[in-house]
């Protein structure tokens, strides 16, 4: 017990040495700028110059979907460490037209030709998290089309010019991606094609350094000149399957011609008279309805966000929704996910019984319902409509698989299934692999509120909620609910077929106070300190009664809101 007791101290010390060196510049605990507020548009993304790209397609005439390809097109050459055509995309459209919310999954699929029984044989545990075997089709370019097809104005050569022009002439490479450019070197760096396309001068860019990548202007202009086609049936798929085969992997012209996009239906739960909305599985974010599900009981409200009271209902609202998110969650054309009882108030109350107010669960079992790094952007445009997209290679850069001078790395979205037989997420040929990005949405009696995401793989859907209860129950504006200290449990179960069985983790940010850390670990919570996986976050509101937008893009990465 008194080892226990001294290492729970020693921690603690050098938590507050850790908080005395990040202070909040105001002495407040957390600084917060001024909203943007605009009335004809207003843009929110991870990059400045993606942000500045998109509302000038927004003052061209362009719709908010048009700017939204602009900016993932411009994140994709600028922020290639979090998302590129490589990887796969998920949307939620506000048509003010119709006055509906529509879902796009733009999510690939995994080779026909690669079986469960391959990975048994060669008596792989999991699938591997970098190379050819964790390929699956990428789905954005598809995404991109679907979305324009739907509700673009402008013609693909207008959206996509500017990515053209940057990847051409070149663009100064920010303090935060020349970071995490130079992280990825020592894990995908040596796969053929990378070094060729990302460090041409035998580096990566640093700091400030202008960098260009040729092979993904052309890219881009094919795709731009010819369509989606000429991704996914021309020259460009022709080059993937040489490249994939050549590095042992099943990735094939056929996967890639087949592959197409899906219109879902959003799903809501009720949050204090907010609906919220996610995007139903194969992505996880139902999670964040399961676990505003679960709070909604509480009075929030008069904990505070700095209490030990409400983090630990936090913590443990996700264990409960997170042992569901590792045995349901996975494509529904697979398996029966019980979709409707997983979000339901009923299936919420009985879960509840379950947290024991004064002391954290080692580990809880998933319920038994009836039946068997990342970019997120936002644009809203002058006539209503608002579009939550999100996109990503998934770990940084992706498998680190990089075609011969296409420019882009593709996606390891294969990783996220799991190789354990029966589980509704395990290994199939032409399925879904579980995944982690979800855009967000709220209304507010049928009208559009805020289009918002969280980016951050398992931070995803507990960022949701806590923006969700920052404003809602403790009444924060839309950049200081981004701006708060964030809370980030870790260690649960996962649909790759990891169990939890030590309660995991529990890391605050800087800003907590040291009473509600003592608290927390009196009642059980293991606390780890560590900076950087908080996510990343942007948000646009809509005030129907002055007619603005207002917009907030957080300072953990480089983004930016603007309006006109």
């Known amino acids: 017990m008194i080892r226990i007791l001294t290492l729970s101290l020693l921690q603690v010390l050098l938590f507050s040495v850790y908080l005395n060196a990040q202070d909040r510049i105001t002495g407040h605990n957390f600084a917060s700028r001024s909203e943007v507020i605009a009335q004809h548009g207003m843009v929110a993304t991870s990059h400045p110059l993606a942000t500045q790209a998109a509302l000038d397609i927004l003052k061209q005439g362009g719709s908010a979907v048009d700017a939204a390809i602009t900016a993932n097109a411009m994140l ?88 053209i022009d940057y990847a051409r002439d070149g663009f100064p490479v920010t303090e935060l991606i020349a970071y995490y450019l130079d992280r990825s070197v020592a894990r995908i760096g040596h796969y053929p094609g990378f070094k060729e396309t990302y460090m041409p001068d035998g580096k990566m860019p640093a700091k400030g350094e202008i960098f260009r990548n040729p092979y ?43 592959h197409t996009s899906t219109w879902v239906d959003p799903v809501s739960t009720n949050y204090r008279g907010y609906d919220v909305w996610e995007l139903p599985p194969n992505g996880q974010g139902i999670a964040a309805l399961q676990m505003l599900n679960i709070l909604e009981a509480y009075d929030i409200a008069s904990m505070g966000l700095y209490s030990p009271e409400y983090i630990h209902l936090f913590v443990e609202a996700k264990k409960l929704a997170y042992e569901d998110r590792a045995t349901y969650y996975a494509d529904m054309d697979f398996s029966p996910v019980p979709l409707e009882k997983l979000i339901s108030k009923e299936y919420a109350a009985e879960r509840r019984k379950l947290i024991d107010p004064d002391r954290a669960a080692r580990r809880y079992e998933p319920g038994i319902p009836d039946g068997p790094n990342t970019i997120y952007l936002t644009v809203a445009d002058k006539d209503g409509n608002m579009v939550s997209l999100i996109q990503s290679n998934y770990r940084g850069m992706g498998s680190g698989m990089t075609p ?12 996220g299934f799991t190789l354990q037989p029966d589980h509704f997420n395990t290994y199939a040929p032409g399925k879904r692999p579980f995944h982690t990005i ?64 030590d309660g995991g983790a529990v890391m605050l940010e800087s800003g907590f106070p040291y009473e509600t850390i003592r608290e927390l670990m009196q009642k059980g919570h293991r ?15 809509w005030d129907k009664v002055n007619k603005v937008y207002y917009g ?5 990465k480089d983004g930016q809101a603007a309006g006109y």
Request: aromatic share 12%; net charge negative.
């Open 438 to 501: 979800i855009p967000g949405f709220i209304t507010k009696d049928g009208e559009p509120y805020i289009s918002f995401g969280v980016m951050g793989g398992d931070m995803q859907p507990q960022g949701h909620v806590q923006i969700v209860v920052n404003m809602i129950d403790f009444g924060m504006n839309l950049q200081e609910a981004g701006d708060a200290p964030r809370i980030y449990h870790t260690g649960s179960s996962e649909p790759t077929g990891q169990k939890m069985t």
């Open 76 to 163: 994709g050459l600028m922020e290639p460490t979090g998302c590129g055509i490589g990887g796969d995309l998920f949307a939620i459209v506000w048509d003010a037209e119709s006055g509906k919310l529509h879902g796009l999954n733009a999510s690939g699929r995994s080779p026909k030709n690669l079986t469960l029984e391959y990975f048994q044989e060669k008596e792989y545990e999991y699938i591997p998290s970098f190379g050819a075997l964790a390929v699956s089709v990428p789905g954005a370019v598809d995404g991109w089309f679907e979305l324009h097809r739907k509700f673009g104005r402008l013609d693909m050569p207008a959206i996509l010019q500017p990515a």
């Open 216 to 258: 993904l202007a052309n890219t881009y202009e094919i795709i731009a000149n010819q369509g989606r086609d000429a991704f996914y049936k021309g020259d460009i798929a022709r080059t993937i399957e040489a490249y994939i085969k050549e590095n042992g992997g099943f990735l094939n012209y056929e996967d890639m011609a087949a």
């Open 404 to 415: 011969p001078e296409l420019g882009f790395v593709i996606q390891n979205r294969g990783e």
């Open 552 to 556: 907030a893009s957080e300072s953990r």
């Open 527 to 541: 606390m780890q300190w560590i900076s950087g996986p908080f996510g990343g976050y942007q948000a646009i509101m």
